[in-house]
């Protein structure tokens, strides 16, 4: 994906499914910053490949456990909000809810754009090529990527509607 807002689709649309297990926020950041390495390659005209170690599944999974646990960590200050935008369920969620929503997200993103270029090494170091590339899917992969963004958005409106009686500050303020 060439632009990180094609990642929140599918993010946003399992992530809100999955919200009993998966802490979504995290799930979301995991998708959409992968693309920081693209983009500092690209804002720092860096030597170095466009979809790099970030974009293998080795290194996008340590990176997704990483920020699960900082999210973790984070937890207690932004879970007012989080649940008054209806991100998280009411009761609190374990660390490997965290984990496991990084790990997935950073692993969704390397799967999503590895069929559609050709500088991605998803295997690596195992294999320094890409046996997923398939360019020819690329109008099916954003067609997906659109689908679910649209659908998630949906699902979301849904879910802050069915709330439409609690004033969104008093839910943030109850946390």
């Known amino acids: 994906m060439p632009f990180t807002v094609f990642h929140l689709g599918p993010a946003l649309a ?13 799930f979301i950041l995991a998708n959409v910053l992968i693309d920081i390495e693209p983009l500092l390659v690209l804002v720092l005209d860096l030597n170095y490949s466009l979809h790099g170690y970030l974009h293998t599944l080795l ?6 456990a990483v920020l699960g646990y900082t999210m973790y960590l984070l937890e207690k200050v932004f879970r007012p909000l989080y649940r008054a935008l209806h991100l998280v369920p009411e009761n609190p969620i374990k660390i490997k809810s965290f984990i496991v929503a990084g790990v997935s997200g950073s692993v969704l993103h390397v799967l999503l754009d590895s069929p559609l270029y050709h500088d ?31 659908i998630g958005v949906a699902y979301y409106i849904y879910l802050l509607l069915s709330e439409k009686s609690k004033p969104l500050i008093s839910r943030i303020q109850r946390g």
């Open 59 to 64: 290194f996008a999974s340590m990176f997704g």
């Open 14 to 26: 399992l992530g809100l499914l999955l919200r009993r297990y998966i802490h979504v926020p995290t």
């Open 120 to 150: 991605i090494k998803p295997f690596y170091p195992i294999h320094n090529c890409n046996p997923l590339l398939n360019p020819n899917l690329t109008t099916i992969i954003y067609s997906i990527c659109i689908f679910t963004g649209l």
